[in-house]
């Protein structure tokens, strides 16, 4: 196998975000206090964000690059067990059943259905499969959609105070958009945030409850090849969101827990208890950095993290979504030196899962 480095998508994903004028009404609705994060003192340096950013913004832009050569597959970065791994798409994803086969309203799911089968709040399916937790930064409020209008940095990765949030993929339909992925999800959730915003025919020129797939990052539990479930996962507390080309997390803002970092993300068993666990960190990020509207329509919910239709921990084993994607799990990290596990110097360019 080649170094994976060198592995482009061969998907049609969109490489930018459609030119779609922002809809007033978001803008009138206060974006413009949230996209402008009240300035405080963070432990992370600007010089190493930058670098960070720049080295990741490289990386995810392979992913999302087309090329004719067959032979090169889509790739993103991803936890498992506090380790970063590396994640080979095998082929394009899945989205089964379609929309307008739930619960939801009927013709806001039918015009969804023009646009995207993938939806994200409801799916009790196959539980066969291993799941995928798609980790978003809804902390970082609107910018997770990518639109820098929206505060989103000129990449597709959102923003939180000023900081750029760095995610294994950007935003659907940006540059760093990853591979084999949707370009847009529909979700009951979408529709409550827009109408908290007093829209009600939706944005982008999209239909209603459709928007571009977040900003994301990949937690796994388990090493494993084919396919796999997809569980939504909204993260309210900036403090346990992991770094993707380090796993490590960084205190962002004050937290009531006596060590703020210590349910980081990059383990099942911490997102099992930041389910449960109640931290002022979510509402200081997301009411005294600026108004975010996510966090205000869902009723500011005091937990760490919020996996809509999952609210216990046994149910985190139920995919939310009806996404399904297909990638084998690597032992390496994919972000140069392109490191082994414990190994600072080898380089991966034979990776075997």
Excluded: R
Aim: hydrophobic share 35%; glycine share 8%.
């Amino acid at each position: 196998m080649k170094n994976l480095g060198h592995y482009n998508n061969k998907s049609a994903i969109t490489k930018s975000l459609i030119a779609i004028p922002i809809v007033a009404a978001i803008i009138l609705a206060g974006v413009a206090g949230f996209g402008v994060y009240s300035s405080h003192a963070q432990t992370q340096s600007s010089s190493s964000t930058t670098s960070s950013a720049s080295t990741v913004t490289k990386t995810a832009t392979q992913t999302s690059s087309s090329s004719n050569n067959d032979s090169e597959l889509p790739w993103s970065g991803g936890f498992l067990n506090g380790q970063v791994v590396t994640f080979v798409y095998t082929q394009n994803y899945t989205c089964n059943p379609g929309v307008i086969s739930f619960g939801f309203n009927s013709t806001e799911a039918s015009n969804a259905q023009a646009v995207t089968n993938c939806e994200v709040g409801a799916f009790k399916g196959d539980t066969t499969l291993p799941n995928l937790y798609i980790l978003v930064p809804a902390f970082a409020g609107l910018s997770i959609f990518g639109v820098p209008k929206l505060g989103a940095s000129s990449q597709g990765f959102p923003t939180f105070n000023n900081q750029t949030i760095l995610t294994d993929c950007g935003a659907g339909g940006t540059q760093t958009a990853c591979g084999d992925h949707p370009t847009y999800f529909y979700s009951p959730a979408f529709t409550t945030v827009e109408q908290y915003l007093g829209i009600t025919s939706g944005v982008f020129g999209l239909p209603e409850g459709v928007l571009p797939t977040p900003s994301h990052s990949h937690l796994i539990n388990q090493s494993d090849t084919g396919g796999w479930n997809n569980v939504a996962v909204l993260v309210f507390d900036p403090n346990i969101f992991p770094n993707p080309v380090t796993g490590q997390c960084t205190q962002m803002v004050p937290s009531s827990q006596a060590n703020a970092t210590a349910n980081c993300l990059n383990t099942y068993s911490a997102l099992q208890k930041a389910l449960t666990t109640n931290d002022s960190a979510s509402d200081n990020a997301n009411c005294n950095y600026g108004a975010n509207p996510i966090y205000e329509a869902l009723g500011q919910p005091p937990t760490q993290v919020v996996v809509p239709g999952d609210m216990t921990v046994p149910s985190l084993a139920n995919p939310n979504t009806n996404l399904v994607l297909f990638f084998n799990v690597y032992n390496y990290n994919p972000y140069p030196p392109f490191t082994n596990f414990g190994d600072t110097t080898s380089t991966a360019t034979t990776p075997t899962p």
